[in-house]
């Protein structure tokens, strides 16, 4: 769906962003990497591999727009380093 703020266009997107193609840049907001794997580790029954939900909408997010920059708003980590750090570096 595309939006106009202070006459700039936008592009909002159904798996949780906006692109700003003037910039070609791409805003991400509350990620929560990790969050998952720390419910699990904490006794929550939650099926393993869903966290990896989180990559393929990054990666499906970053093929389709191709932006230069991605800035990341807030909640990219859900708890304390942990394995998913070392994935997202990746």
């Known amino acids: 769906m595309q939006i106009q703020i202070h006459q700039e266009d936008f592009q909002l997107d159904a ?20 969050k998952t794997e720390h419910f699990r580790k904490n006794g929550a029954a939650i099926p393993q591999g869903i966290g990896s ?16 920059q991605v800035y990341f708003l807030g909640d990219l980590f859900h708890s304390d380093k942990n394995q998913d750090w070392e994935k997202f570096e990746a």
């Open 15 to 34: 798996l949780g962003a906006l692109f700003w193609p003037k910039y070609q840049a791409l805003f991400i907001a509350d990620v929560h990497l990790g």
């Open 53 to 68: 939900q989180n990559y393929k909408r990054l990666d499906l997010l970053l093929q389709k727009y191709q932006p230069q």
